[in-house]
């Protein structure tokens, strides 16, 4: 009772004029840097962070969690509508929402998109709000054997469910993790995978892998397919609305992704990847199963609105959940929460169980400022849906133009460096092989940002227990994480040899019935 109440006062302040302004202005910044590539809520909050040194504190961070809640529904802008994601968060909205968009239904994944973030938002914020000594003293419980053994369940997760071709996502995410290991190694100070060239010393820049496998190796294979790319201009731009039909389909989808993200955001090191990833390998297997069980066809692979409506809502119920280690334990879990992190450390704060004692105003008033920006990031983003669809109806030299030329801007922006460039066209490369050969491109993805996450635990957690290797299964969540693995790997081989084994016997069973 006294949360609700506490609740309800921080609505009344956060529903001052000056503070909605902030939020307003958080949102609207928030959502314009997710489209450009590269920038994201994080160094929009940085930039933003010397600005606001004069602000009051409330205001201040107000405006921060407005940029970041905006931020993540930015970035599935450019995600459904050009195959670019404005930040990693974003990746796992590309796979069905461009699908969407190519068959003419942008505005119904960007509605999905929006309300889905919406639904995640408040649900996510609310639970944040009332059950955050839970989520911090489950998040207490991961130790480095714990972490890695999260981040092979995700490997195995996005490689075989995400993929649909077991070795072919194991390819993919071999080759992720190969990109992920280039660089100095941050224990032994060795150098890997350089060549000789300083230039790899920092290792290769996530923005410049998924520019470079999504947006830049999109380009190159439309060029190289010639007049069988897919025709732009007879796209429709749809209603701002969804039909019956699609919120039908989409409101399991936003439950189910807010209840992922809600689970993996308190995690420290999770980000919102993992949740997103597994959101849309949920939603395929499951609409496998229905397609097989009501005879239909899978929409998966074409276009299908709860491969968008799952993910985007795992993003921004992850994000709502990456509040509760920061308040609670002053510890951030993502890059955002750490600069907001700096900005409490700016104003005298200490993030900590303490915060919720001595600065309970503004803590409640910063959550349900939370609730006041979903409501704006609905309202300002849901009406423009159809205008944002219109971009595809630009002529496709035009369109792929501008793709490539803010793909380039937004790696050259990274240390105004050629020889990013010249990375990002050996990074476009490498997606255009992939593409012609069929290999998935998320589980390389995941493997770039998952695999230097499980080699530095796998190896904190050995030296933490003197190079005994029990430690790896050495708790109850390690065990559960391990039992996951093993079974979203050989289930789907024995349904599949289940399934082979049936067909043969309907085979044989047939020239029998015929004599």
Do not use: C
């Not at 974003?90 to 069905?96: D, F, G, H, L």
């Amino acid at each position: 009772m006294d949360t609700l109440l506490n609740l309800v006062d921080g609505l009344s302040a956060a529903m001052s004029p000056q503070n909605l302004m902030w939020a307003f202005l958080g949102v609207l910044l928030g959502t314009a840097v997710g489209v450009l590539p590269g920038m994201g809520s994080a160094m929009a909050v940085a930039l933003l962070l010397p600005v606001t040194f004069r602000l009051d504190p409330t205001g201040a961070f107000i405006l921060f969690a407005g940029v970041y809640y905006g931020g993540m529904f930015g970035g599935a802008t450019t995600s459904i509508l050009l195959n670019t994601p404005g930040q990693a968060s974003s990746i796992a909205t590309t796979y069905e929402g461009h699908k969407m968009a190519l068959k003419g239904r942008a505005a119904q994944a960007l509605g999905t998109a929006v309300i889905g973030s919406f639904v995640a938002s408040i649900l996510g914020t609310l639970i944040v709000a009332l059950f955050a000594p839970v989520m911090v003293a489950f998040a207490l419980n991961f130790g480095p054997g714990e972490y890695f053994a999260l981040t092979v369940f995700s490997f195995v997760a996005v490689a075989a469910v995400v993929s649909g071709s077991v070795l072919r996502g194991l390819a993919s995410l071999l080759i992720g993790l190969a990109i992920g290991m280039v660089g100095i190694d941050g224990q032994s100070g060795a150098a890997r995978f350089d060549f000789g060239s300083s230039s790899l010393l920092d290792g290769i820049d996530i923005v410049i892998v998924t520019v470079g496998l999504l947006a830049l190796g999109e380009v190159l294979y439309i060029a190289a397919r010639g007049r069988s790319a897919p025709d732009f201009a007879a796209i429709r731009t749809g209603r701002p609305w969804l039909g019956r039909r699609d919120l039908r389909r989409s409101w399991k989808p936003w439950l189910r992704g807010t209840a992922l993200g809600g689970a993996f955001g308190p995690i420290p090191g999770s980000g919102a990847e993992i949740p997103t990833f597994l959101s849309l390998g949920l939603e395929r297997k499951l609409a496998e199963r229905r397609a097989r069980r009501k005879g239909e066809e899978n929409e998966f692979g074409e276009g299908a609105i709860e491969g968008v409506a799952g993910p985007e809502a795992a993003n921004n119920s992850s994000a709502a959940g990456t509040m509760v280690p920061l308040l609670g334990l002053g510890l951030p879990t993502s890059a955002t929460a750490a600069i907001m992190l700096a900005a409490f450390q700016q104003y005298g704060l200490q993030p900590g169980p303490v915060l919720f004692e001595r600065n309970a105003d503004l803590v409640w008033t910063l959550l349900a400022s939370l609730l006041i920006g979903s409501v704006l990031l609905l309202v300002i983003n849901l009406p423009f849906a159809p205008l944002w669809a219109k971009l595809l109806k630009l002529p496709k030299p035009y369109l792929y133009a501008g793709i490539t030329l803010f793909s380039v801007l937004a790696v050259y922006a990274i240390n105004t460096s050629v020889i990013h460039l010249v990375m990002l066209t050996a990074v476009a490369l490498l997606g255009l092989v992939m593409r012609t050969f069929g290999v998935p491109v998320a589980p390389a993805l995941i493997g770039v940002v998952l695999g230097p996450i499980a080699e530095t635990e796998f190896r904190r957690a050995l030296a933490a227990s003197s190079g005994d290797p029990t430690i790896l299964v050495g708790s109850g969540i390690s065990i559960t994480l391990y039992a996951l693995v093993l079974l979203v790997a050989v289930v789907p081989l024995i349904a599949r040899a289940l399934r082979r084994r049936t067909a043969r016997a309907v085979d044989a069973q047939e020239p029998a019935a015929r004599s």
